[in-house]
């Protein structure tokens, strides 16, 4: 996690920087794998989940894909997606959102 206070005005900002290209990505309680994909992407998360939501946007911030999540591990199938980046936001039990980067192959 990186925070940044802007010096004019005060306001803060948090990031997270994440690593692509990897096997596996893990992040607050998510597990993500394989990044890069060619077609099924597992979301593995730490807790139940009674009331949760995957997106998928393209770096445009474009909605290209909402799920409901019934199992754990969730899965994605992104093999009739072009190749490239994407975002993934985990809405879990209508309260924690985590965003992620995938790379589909």
């Known amino acids: 996690m990186e925070t940044k206070t802007c ?4 306001a803060t900002e948090t990031r ?4 692509v290209g990897i096997v596996e990505i893990e ?3 998510v597990k993500i794998y394989p990044n890069p994909t060619n077609s099924i992407l597992n979301i ?3 807790n139940a989940v009674t009331n949760g939501t995957l997106m998928l946007f393209d770096m445009s911030g474009k909605a290209i894909l909402l799920q409901v999540i019934y199992g754990n591990p969730a899965q994605i199938n992104m ?3 072009p190749a490239g980046n994407y975002i993934l936001r985990i809405i879990e039990n209508g309260t924690k959102s985590t965003r992620l980067q ?3 192959q």
């Open 7 to 10: 010096t004019v005005c005060g």
């Open 16 to 19: 997270e920087l994440l690593t």
């Open 27 to 29: 992040s607050a309680g």
């Open 44 to 46: 593995e998360l730490e």
């Open 79 to 81: 093999s009739q997606l």
């Open 102 to 104: 995938v790379v589909k």
